[in-house]
Structure formats: C-alpha cells, structure tokens
T-cell receptor, first 110, second 113 residues
Framework: QKEVEQNSGPLSVPEGAIASLNCTYS??????FFWYRQYSGKSPELIMS????GDKEDGRFTAQLNKASQYVSLLIRDSQPSDSATYLC??????????FGAGTILRVKS | DAGITQSPRYKITETGRQVTLMCHQT?????MFWYRQDLGHGLRLIYY???????DKGEVPDGYVVSRSKTENFPLTLESATRSQTSVYFC????????????FGAGSRLTVL
C-alpha cells in the first residue's frame, strides 16, 4: 500500500463547477497535510495546508481533513480554466519528511 | 535574487558518467530536500538535510550522493548515471512558516542516454 494515494485522473469539470480532489494516507501518526498545485513543466507550489480535523477555507479553495478515516480532500469552487493542473497531496512522515501522492490531473473545460 | 536556484535546468548525459545537480538557497533555511519526479510516481524523496553536515536518506537514495558543507548549498551527484535516473529533479527548502511547508526550485531535467 502506498503511503499517500490519489486518483490519477484526469478529472474533467466544466468551468464554474466544483472540483473535488481526494487523497488517502496510511500513517495514522501524520499531523500535517498539504495540497500543492503543479502546472505542466513547472515546480509544485503550495496552495493549502491543514493540520486539524474539519474544513479550512481560503478563497475558492477548501481543504477537508478527516484523521479517523485518514482522508484529505480539496474542493475548488467556481473552477476556472487556469485551475487546470496536477494537484499533489502531501503528508508528513517521520523525520520531518513529506510524502507525496502521484497527483491528480484536473482539467477545467471552458 | 532571493530564493532557491537549481542548475543546470537541462542536462543530457551518457550512461556511466558522473553528473552533479546544484541547489542554492538564499534564505538560510535549515532543511533542504532532493526529490525526483517521474510519471506515475509523483515526487519521491532521494535525500534530505537537516543542517550543514547532516544528511539522511529518503525513499530512493541508491545511486545518488549528497553533501552539505554550507547551509546554502545542497548538491546532488549521480556517481555513474543510469537510464533509470532520467527524471526531473526538484530541490526544496522548508520555509519554517508552518511545519513541513516546502518551497521548490524550478527543477532540473536530466536525460541519461
């Protein structure tokens, strides 16, 4: 079992819709959870971090964390074509390391 | 310029040659990381460093060597390159603003023929 799992996609949504990206992790001791966005040919950039159960909102983005289910999600409201990218879920592991999922490709159709 | 710089951005080499990828940061962050990114695997940690002269293995360290003689530099060396090391390599620092928050360099695309 991979430490961090994501559906590779692509996930296609129409412009203006809500995109829902999901991630599961295996280490119950993980405390820090991140979503990175990566445009094609570019480096990953942090868009959301979440450390406690529940929802965290930042503009059009909402991160959701459920530690009991070992599940992290990212919702993107009012999706725009500029949101088309690969979204990487990352979870902290022992030794101050981050473990990344393989990423979900999101395509927003105008 | 402030930030994290990787060089070279693109490199083509042959099997068996030694290659060094450079990473330089201007922030004096303690932690630095090297990841490789391959299709279907996402980012995989090769090595990381908690401070000057302190390095540790990540998930896929075989075939790689690192050093950290100065806080700002964290070079990654492939001692004898193999085709399986064809990849995009990202260096990152931990910003310290919140636990485990990483900032990445622009990446180095390495092709081993």
């Amino acid at each position: 079992q991979k430490e961090v799992e994501q559906n590779s996609g692509p996930l296609s949504v129409p412009e203006g819709a809500i995109a829902s990206l999901n991630c599961t992790y295996s280490d119950r001791g993980s405390q820090s959870f991140f979503w990175y966005r990566q445009y094609s040919g570019k480096s990953p950039e942090l868009i959301m971090s979440i450390y406690s159960n529940g929802d965290k909102e930042d503009g059009r983005f909402t991160a959701q964390l459920n530690k009991a289910s070992q599940y992290v999600s990212l919702l993107i409201r009012d999706s725009q074509p500029s949101d088309s990218a690969t979204y990487l879920c990352a979870v902290n592991a022992r030794g101050n390391k981050l473990v990344f999922g393989a990423g979900t490709i999101l395509r927003v159709k105008s | 310029d402030a930030g994290i710089t990787q060089s070279p951005r693109y490199k083509i080499t042959e099997t068996g040659r030694q290659v060094t990828l450079m990473c330089h940061q201007t922030w004096s962050h303690s932690y630095m990381f090297w990841y490789r990114q391959d299709l279907g695997h996402g980012l995989r940690l090769i090595y990381y460093s908690a401070a000057a002269d302190i390095t540790d293995k990540g998930e896929v360290p075989d075939g790689y060597v690192v050093s950290r003689s100065k806080t700002e530099n964290f070079p990654l060396t492939l001692e004898s390159a193999t085709r399986s090391q064809t990849s995009v390599y990202f260096c990152a620092t931990q910003s310290g603003v919140g636990a485990n928050v990483l900032t990445f360099g622009a990446g180095s695309r390495l092709t081993v023929l």
